[in-house]
Structure formats: structure tokens, C-alpha cells
């Protein structure tokens, strides 16, 4: 299964090694990913104000520095996470896994740290950069200096409104796992477009929330 990771994130790896690792969790068992996630987050925060520098020349430096904070935090890591399924790909201990791990926004905020590390020490610098401007490309065109970043149902929202199209409806298709580890499916439904997408999450705001990222990508196709 890691190849559909691999695709989703647009790397693959020579040393399967370091996928394997950044994909375990200390419940699992060792090595496990805590020393990559210390690597991905210097990766990550040094490509993130690169980004911020060079498309906001304009920007002050503390106004920059509240925006990559605000890209950089677990909410942020965890809905990118989210757009990867990457939870389904965690190596987990019995525990976690009984209680939700794999969906556990601290979790999964970790796990793609960890694997920005992985795929730095695999591969370099510039590959790891391009990795990470890639999934935060969203984000990172959304945002309007002075105004705080817009989560992807949001942008979703507002771009329709621009097209004057009607906007989308959200719906639950399903439910999953015990009542404190519980799973929600929702499918993003555009008819005006002909686009249906589905996201899961261990709340239906974070199923919403993946499935509306997923519409955005649709929608971005040629």
C-alpha cells in the first residue's frame, strides 16, 4: 500500500527504510518516527518562510512569522494529512489503534513531519521542498495578507460564489468504529460541475474538510 502514499505525495523513495519509519509510531515499536518528525518540522518551517518571503515582498517580518506559524501548526499538518489518507498508512501500537489513533490530529500532524524528513534524507533538499510546496499550494495561494488563512471549505465556498455556481452540498454516507473511535464518511457533492468527492475523519468537520480538498483539486484539473 505505501506506493499509494508515495503517489499521493509525488515521491518515491529508494531507501523504504525511511518510509517505513516515518510511518511508524512509538506505540508500534522501534526505531520509530520522532527523530525524523525533529527533521521534517526544521524542513518544513525553513521552506514555509522561504515561500512567505518570496511571495510577500511587501510583508513585515512579524506579520510574516503569525502566517507561518499559522501554516505550520497542528490544524494545518493535520487537514494535509487528512487530503492523504495518510492515517491508513500509520504503523500503530494496539492501543492507538483501538482508540483512534490513525486519526488523531496530533498523530497524524507528526507522521507527515516525520515523513518530510524522510523523504529530505532520501532524496535532498530541493525534492523535500518540492514535496511540501506542493501540498501547501492551496494554502499558501489562499492566503491574503491581514486576513486569517481560509480552510478548504472556505476557499471551496467562495470560488463558486465567484462563478456564481451553487454551492456544495456536504453529506454523511457513513460511519465506522466504536462511538469513541468513530470514523464519519462524507461525500462533497458539486452538481453544477458534475464533481463528487469523498473524505473520512474522526469528525465529520474533518471529513467535510477533506472531501472539499479534494473537490479544489478536482477543480484544478485540466
Given at each position: 500500500?505505501?506506493?499509494?502514499?508515495?503517489?499521493?505525495?509525488?515521491?518515491?523513495?529508494?531507501?523504504?527504510?525511511?518510509?517505513?519509519?516515518?510511518?511508524?509510531?512509538?506505540?508500534?515499536?522501534?526505531?520509530h518516527n520522532e527523530r525524523l518528525e525533529f527533521l521534517g518540522d526544521s524542513i518544513l518551517n525553513g521552506v514555509i518562510a522561504r515561500q512567505l518571503?518570496?511571495?510577500?515582498?511587501?510583508?513585515?517580518?512579524?506579520?510574516?512569522?503569525?502566517?507561518?506559524?499559522?501554516?505550520?501548526?497542528?490544524?494545518?499538518?493535520?487537514?494535509?494529512?487528512?487530503?492523504?489518507?495518510?492515517?491508513?498508512?500509520?504503523?500503530?501500537?494496539?492501543?492507538?489503534?483501538?482508540?483512534?489513533?490513525?486519526?488523531?490530529?496530533?498523530?497524524?500532524?507528526?507522521?507527515?513531519?516525520?515523513?518530510?524528513?524522510?523523504?529530505?534524507?532520501?532524496?535532498?533538499?530541493?525534492?523535500?521542498?518540492?514535496?511540501?510546496?506542493?501540498?501547501?499550494?492551496?494554502?499558501?495561494?489562499?492566503?491574503?495578507?491581514?486576513?486569517?488563512?481560509?480552510?478548504?471549505?472556505?476557499?471551496?465556498?467562495?470560488?463558486?460564489?465567484?462563478?456564481?455556481?451553487?454551492?456544495?452540498?456536504?453529506?454523511?454516507?457513513?460511519?465506522?468504529?466504536?462511538?469513541?473511535?468513530?470514523?464519519?464518511?462524507?461525500?462533497?457533492?458539486?452538481?453544477?460541475?458534475?464533481?463528487?468527492?469523498?473524505?473520512?475523519?474522526?469528525?465529520?468537520?474533518?471529513?467535510?474538510?477533506?472531501?472539499?480538498?479534494?473537490?479544489?483539486?478536482?477543480?484544478?484539473?485540466?
Amino acid at each position: 500500500m505505501a506506493y499509494q502514499l508515495e503517489r499521493a505525495v509525488g515521491h518515491t523513495f529508494s531507501d523504504s527504510s525511511l518510509l517505513q519509519t516515518a510511518l511508524t509510531h512509538r506505540s508500534h515499536s522501534s526505531p520509530h518516527n520522532e527523530r525524523l518528525e525533529f527533521l521534517g518540522d526544521s524542513i518544513l518551517n525553513g521552506v514555509i518562510a522561504r515561500q512567505l518571503f518570496d511571495r510577500f515582498p511587501d510583508v513585515p517580518e512579524g506579520d510574516l512569522s503569525r502566517l507561518r506559524a499559522n501554516l505550520v501548526r497542528q490544524d494545518s499538518l493535520h487537514q494535509l494529512a487528512l487530503s492523504l489518507s495518510l492515517g491508513k498508512f500509520l504503523r500503530l501500537g494496539e492501543g492507538e489503534l483501538k482508540s483512534g489513533g490513525s486519526q488523531r490530529p496530533s498523530i497524524l500532524a507528526d507522521a507527515l513531519e516525520a515523513l518530510f524528513g524522510a523523504i529530505w534524507l532520501d532524496a535532498g533538499y530541493d525534492v523535500a521542498s518540492g514535496v511540501i510546496v506542493r501540498l501547501y499550494d492551496g494554502l499558501l495561494t489562499a492566503i491574503v495578507p491581514g486576513q486569517p488563512i481560509k480552510d478548504a471549505k472556505t476557499r471551496l465556498q467562495e470560488i463558486l460564489q465567484g462563478k456564481r455556481l451553487p454551492l456544495p452540498k456536504y453529506l454523511l454516507i457513513g460511519t465506522e468504529g466504536e462511538a469513541h473511535a468513530q470514523q464519519f464518511k462524507i461525500a462533497c457533492e458539486i452538481d453544477s460541475l458534475r464533481i463528487r468527492t469523498e473524505g473520512s475523519g474522526g469528525s465529520r468537520r474533518a471529513a467535510e474538510q477533506m472531501a472539499a480538498e479534494r473537490a479544489l483539486e478536482r477543480m484544478q484539473q485540466p
